[in-house]
C-alpha cells in the first residue's frame, strides 16, 4: 500500500511537471529584432490594383480618432486610447500602397510653409541681392481632399466561453468581440462636392484558454497546477485592414461610377475586380449587423440527424449507456421559432436485469437564442411517443444545446434532452411514487436548405 501511495505521488508530480514545462515552452525567452511591419490581407490586393495612367494628387488634413474609446480596464479607469492616434499616417500609406493616389503634405502644411519662408529668407540673406534669387517650385494643389475619420469602437460586441471540470481537471475557453468602423469620404475641391463615401468595419478578436488541475496527494498536501494563454488581435492592424479596404472600396466605386474615367487606361483591366467587388457586396447585403460583421440569416427548412447516447432512470439498478440515434426535419416560424418533427431508436437496458428497444416520435418546438449568428445556443420542448415490443408509451420532453454554422447550410449541433415519462412502467415493472424517464446527450448535423426570407 506504501508503494502504491509512493508511485501515485510521483505520477502527479509527473503530470503537475509536465504541464508547467508545456507553459514556459510557449514563454518568449530572448529579445526579438526589430522588424518591417506587418501587412493585413488588403495590403496585396490594394498593390495589385490595375495601374491608372495618371495619379490623383489627394490631400489628407485630418483623418482622426473620432470615438472618444478609452481602453477597458478591469481596475479603475484607464486614459490610454482605444484606437491608435495616428491613423492620418495609416491612410496616407494605404493610399501610397495603391498607386492611384499622389498624396500631399496637408497635416502638418503649417511646419512645411515655415521652412519654405526658412529657404527664401536664407537665400536672401547670404546672395546679397535685393531679390530671393530663384523662386522655389510651386506647391502641389489636391484636386481631392480625403475626410472621414475612425467613427465607432464598440466592445464587448460578442463575448462567450465553454469550460468543464472532472475529478479536479478542468478546461476553459473564452472570447471578445469588439468592432470598429471606419468612414471615407471624397470632396472636390473645385465644388466642394462629396463626390464618394464608403464606409468598412472590422472585428478584433480576443481569445483566452485556460486549464487547471489538482488532486489532493493526501489529507494535508494539495497538488495543482495551471496553464493557459490569451491571444489579442492587434488594434492597429484592424484599424490599417479597415482603413486599406475602405481605400479600396474608393477606388473600385469610382471607377464604377466614372469618377475617374480620364485616369484609368483601360477599363477592361478593372472587370474582374469590380465582379468580385459586387459579389462580395452582395453576400454583405444578406448580412444583418445586429452588433456583428458575423450574422448572418438561416434558411428557413432543415432536416438533421443526430447520433445520441441514453441511459434510462427507472426502477431497477446499474442503468447502462447505450447508443441510437434519430432524425428529422424542422421549419422555422420566425427569425428565432421553428417547428421539428423527428423519429428515432433507443435502447433500455439494466445489467443483467432488462434490455428493450424502442422506437420513438417527437414533435418539438425550438427556440434558437442568436439565430444571426454562426454559434448560437438553443432550447426546445415538446411531446413524443415511444413504441415499444409490449405497447406504446406517451411522455414530454426538453432539452438544449449549441449550434455552430460552418458553412450557410450546414451546422453541427451538440444536445441534452431529458424525457419526462407518463407511466411507470418503460422498465416493464411499475414501483414507486415516481414515472420512468430518461436522458440523453447526442452530437448531429444540421442541412439547411429553401428560402431565407422569414418574417420577424
Known amino acids: 500500500m506504501k508503494t502504491y501511495h509512493q508511485i501515485k505521488q510521483a505520477s502527479l508530480c509527473l503530470v503537475s511537471l509536465f504541464l508547467v514545462g508545456c507553459t514556459l515552452f510557449s514563454i518568449p525567452t530572448e529579445r526579438e529584432k526589430s522588424t518591417m511591419g506587418e501587412i493585413t490581407r488588403y495590403t ?12 490623383i ?27 491608435p492616434q495616428g491613423t492620418t499616417t495609416i491612410l496616407l500609406k494605404a493610399l501610397e500602397d495603391s498607386r492611384w493616389f499622389k498624396p500631399i ?37 489636391a484636386g481631392i481632399i480625403l475626410e472621414g475619420g475612425v467613427v465607432s469602437y464598440d466592445t464587448n460586441v460578442m463575448t462567450g466561453g465553454v469550460g468543464a471540470r472532472y475529478f479536479g481537471l478542468g478546461a476553459s475557453a473564452q472570447y471578445r468581440q ?70 479600396m472600396s474608393l477606388i473600385v466605386e469610382g471607377v464604377q461610377d466614372k469618377l475617374w474615367d480620364n485616369k484609368l487606361k483601360d477599363p477592361n483591366d478593372f472587370n474582374a475586380v469590380i465582379a468580385a467587388y459586387n459579389s462580395e457586396k452582395k453576400v454583405n447585403a444578406e448580412r444583418f449587423a445586429e452588433g456583428s460583421a458575423h450574422a448572418i440569416q438561416r434558411p428557413r427548412n432543415a432536416i438533421f440527424g443526430y447520433g445520441e447516447a441514453y441511459q434510462l432512470k427507472g426502477d431497477y439498478t446499474g442503468s447502462r449507456t447505450t447508443f441510437g440515434g434519430k432524425i428529422g426535419y424542422k421549419r422555422f416560424l420566425t427569425d428565432h421559432l421553428n417547428a421539428e418533427l423527428n423519429g428515432g431508436v433507443v435502447t433500455m437496458e439494466n445489467t443483467g436485469i432488462l434490455k428493450r428497444s424502442g422506437i ?90 429553401g428560402n431565407k426570407k422569414i418574417k420577424k
Open 57 to 83: 494628387v489627394v490631400g489628407v488634413y485630418k483623418f482622426r480618432d473620432q470615438t472618444g474609446q478609452y481602453k477597458a480596464a478591469e481596475n479603475g479607469a484607464s486614459w490610454s486610447t482605444a484606437v
Open 360 to 449: 420513438t416520435s417527437e414533435f418539438n418546438l425550438e427556440y434558437l437564442m442568436m439565430p444571426r449568428y454562426k454559434f448560437s445556443p438553443f432550447i426546445y420542448a415538446g411531446a413524443g411517443m415511444m413504441m415499444l415490443p409490449d405497447d406504446v408509451r406517451y411522455k414530454a420532453q426538453l432539452g438544449g444545446g449549441l449550434e455552430y454554422l460552418m458553412s450557410r447550410s450546414l451546422a453541427v449541433r451538440l444536445m441534452t434532452q431529458y424525457d419526462l415519462g407518463f407511466t411507470d412502467d418503460w422498465d416493464a415493472m411499475a414501483q414507486g411514487s415516481r414515472n420512468d424517464h430518461g436522458v440523453r446527450v447526442g452530437v448531429g448535423l444540421n442541412l439547411y436548405f
Open 105 to 141: 503634405e496637408r497635416e502638418n502644411i503649417g511646419n512645411l510653409l515655415n521652412e519654405r519662408q526658412i529657404i527664401r529668407s536664407t537665400r536672401k540673406e547670404y546672395s546679397g541681392k535685393e531679390d530671393d534669387g530663384p523662386s522655389l517650385p510651386p506647391l502641389l494643389f
Open 178 to 247: 469588439d468592432r470598429i468602423t471606419v468612414y471615407l469620404r471624397a470632396v472636390s475641391t473645385s465644388t466642394g462636392e462629396i463626390v464618394k463615401t464608403v464606409y468598412t468595419s472590422k472585428t478584433i478578436l480576443s481569445t483566452s484558454v485556460n486549464g487547471n488541475f489538482f488532486r489532493f496527494i493526501d489529507t494535508e498536501r494539495l497538488l495543482e497546477s495551471d496553464i493557459g494563454f490569451t491571444q489579442n488581435e492587434p488594434v492597429h492592424l484592424a484599424v490599417t485592414e479597415a482603413i486599406e479596404k475602405a481605400v
Open 44 to 55: 496585396p490586393e490594394i498593390r495589385n490594383l490595375p495601374a491608372p495612367k495618371d495619379r
